[in-house]
């Protein structure tokens, strides 16, 4: 049985198996070596994760997976006055719930990388364009400043349990045209986004040891079956 990877989060990892998405990339790239499970559920906070999490990872897991990418914090930084209150998870209660996630993962499956990801920067006017439920206050129900505050807790969190992180939110903006390179209304991610987690994904795994040059393959490949007798290959 090939070992697993799943990808835990709300609608930025749920949007990664589109065209170009994170997710589709780096099941592309462990083809032959892993298998990636999509997790992701849009609109959801840490309070909301929290709640499901005996569903979505189920006890006949056999084998600890190799990892869990944890990507919460968007929502969770939705402003309390603002259009989208109802996903708004104050940040001391962010960093709890991040924590109790963590201490999940670790219970169920002791030998799992964890990875956190903070959540990405915040094109205000993006927003504006593109409100997820009616806007009466044309306000942003997300600013650049919240998710940063958010960002830097899940950077504590990760600190506290001595969990590897990606600081995306930092690393974004260090694009000059990030808010149009990388965001596609504000929030969720372009291609040259997708390709930036994607990246700082690999990099991270490849921190745990967990890269295409360690990892065995699935069945032998056909670089190592004998033309002249293709069936011994499957005997071992």
């Not at 084998?63 to 109802?86: E, H, K, M, Q, W």
């Not at 993962?105 to 593109?130: A, H, S, V």
């Not at 504590?156 to 990606?166: K, L, M």
Request: hydrophobic content about 35%; charged content about 25%.
């Amino acid at each position: 049985m090939r070992p697993k990877i799943y990808l835990f989060g709300d609608s930025i990892t749920e949007e990664s198996y589109d065209d170009g998405g994170w997710g589709a990339s780096l099941t592309n790239h462990f083809s032959r070596t892993v298998d990636v499970i999509l997790r992701g559920y849009s609109g959801y906070n840490t309070r909301w994760a929290l709640k499901v999490l005996e569903r979505v990872f189920s006890t006949a897991e056999g084998v600890d997976p190799l990892a869990v990418t944890v990507f919460f914090g968007a929502n969770d930084a939705c402003l309390p006055d603002r259009c989208s209150a109802f996903q708004h998870v104050p940040l001391d209660e962010y960093k709890q719930n991040l924590n109790s996630i963590i201490a999940f993962l670790k219970k169920r499956w002791p030998t799992t990388r964890i990875l956190l990801i903070t959540p990405p920067p915040i094109d205000e006017e993006g927003r504006l364009q593109y409100p997820y439920v009616e806007n009466t206050l044309n306000l942003p129900e997300r600013t650049n400043e919240a998710a940063g505050a958010y960002a830097k807790a899940c950077v504590s969190v990760a600190g506290e349990c001595e969990t590897p992180v990606i600081d995306l939110w930092t690393k974004m903006q260090e694009f000059p045209d990030w808010k149009k390179d990388c965001l596609r209304d504000g929030l969720h991610l372009t291609p040259s986004g997708n390709r930036i987690v994607f990246e700082e994904v690999l990099m991270k795994l490849r921190d745990e040891g967990l890269s295409l040059e360690i990892l065995p393959v699935d069945l032998p490949p056909i670089t190592d079956i004998d033309p002249n007798d293709p069936l011994k290959s499957f005997e071992q």
